[in-house]
């Protein structure tokens, strides 16, 4: 039985809350799961500055819910919990540098929001599985490289830690409450529908749009390595976790293909656009300070226990991302 087969018999017929829907992941995921023959509902603020976009739904309107609802308003939230056989739980503050300069939204978002949802499982829906989409970036700065899950969490900015509270509640109620839930630690994931208007979500956003728009790829530092999942390969890894009962409880890395310096990655994209042009500039000082130098993940736990892998090079995940830009740009200004 192939996997998309075996994902298709655990999902078809069910019911699926996404918050966070209309964003890149959590639309990606939605069409993933509409495919599927799933009973999908998103929740999403539609904030402007959060990366949720209803042109990220273009064409499956008709098929799934839309709740224009914040994770903030608990007790909206908690109406939409019972009768939900999964939750991907996707709504977040992605950006560092707001965490920094508005740590109390960061905090009500990430974490306050995050123990209220669960609050809601454990009272209206104890059944509910769901998936915590966490970040690489609780991490902070590698000991050592690969990074594996059993690395020190120790973030440089609030964002890390509201978002490791948030991954460490989930785990709790997991082991206390027999909420069957899991984390995917994300590294830079990136594909259509990712924000391109500016870095709030991922910096290679930005680098498509300049591309596209014939500016310049501004690169600071440019030795640092990192790794990057397609957002495909990344959708695979939620449905996986949602499906396999070796997950509950569990925390996983994701990771790519092999990492590359991010002036690779400039050369790179540049090459798969068939033009355009970088500069290298050094980190601004206020990045700089929590700027983590090389990442790359170790993924062979959730390759053990699950049997995912990375699906898609950098390259063909480049090409893609920029053809859907290439026609879709308007929409993401």
């Excluded at 397609?230 to 569990?250: I, K, P, S, T």
């Excluded at 063909?316 to 929409?331: F, I, Q, S, V």
Aim: glycine share 8%; with cysteine; aromatic share 8%.
């Amino acid at each position: 039985m192939t996997p998309e087969v075996s994902l298709s018999h655990v999902f078809s017929g069910r019911s699926v809350l996404i918050t966070g829907g209309l964003g890149f992941i959590g639309s990606n995921l939605g069409r993933a799961l509409v495919k599927f023959g799933a009973r999908v509902t998103v929740v999403d603020a539609l904030i402007p500055e959060y990366g949720g976009n209803l042109r990220n739904i273009a064409g499956i309107t008709a098929k799934i819910k839309v709740h224009r609802t914040d994770v903030r308003e608990h007790a909206k939230l908690a109406r939409l919990v019972p009768g939900q056989d999964f939750l991907f739980n996707l709504a977040g503050q992605t950006s560092h540098m707001d965490s920094m300069t508005d740590p109390e939204t960061d905090l009500e978002i990430n974490c306050r929001a995050q123990l209220a949802l669960l609050e809601a499982c454990r009272k209206h829906n104890p059944g509910v599985r769901i998936v915590f989409a966490s970040t690489r970036q609780i991490y902070g700065k590698p000991d050592y490289l690969p990074v594996d899950e059993r690395h020190p969490v120790r973030p440089v900015d609030v964002n890390g830690i509201n978002k490791a509270a948030g991954e460490a509640f989930h785990l709790l109620y997991a082991r206390v409450h027999g909420i069957r839930a899991t984390a995917l630690r994300l590294t830079n994931t990136i594909g259509p529908r990712m924000r391109v208007k500016d870095a709030r979500q991922t910096f290679v956003g930005v680098w498509v749009r300049q591309l596209i728009e014939d500016e310049p790829i501004e690169v600071w530092g440019g030795e640092q390595k990192r790794d990057f999942t397609y957002v495909d390969d990344a959708v695979e890894a939620f449905l996986l976790a949602a499906a396999r009962e070796a997950a509950v409880g569990e925390v996983f890395n994701l990771g790519g293909p092999p990492p590359v310096t991010l002036q690779r990655l400039a050369e790179l994209m540049v090459e798969v656009n068939k033009g355009g042009a970088f500069v290298v500039r050094a980190f601004p000082a206020e990045r700089k300070k929590i700027d983590i130098g090389d990442y790359y993940a170790d993924d062979r736990k959730i390759a053990r226990l699950l049997g995912w892998k990375p699906r898609t090079d950098l390259r063909a995940a480049l090409t893609k991302t920029l053809g859907y830009y290439r026609k879709e740009l308007p929409h993401y200004l």
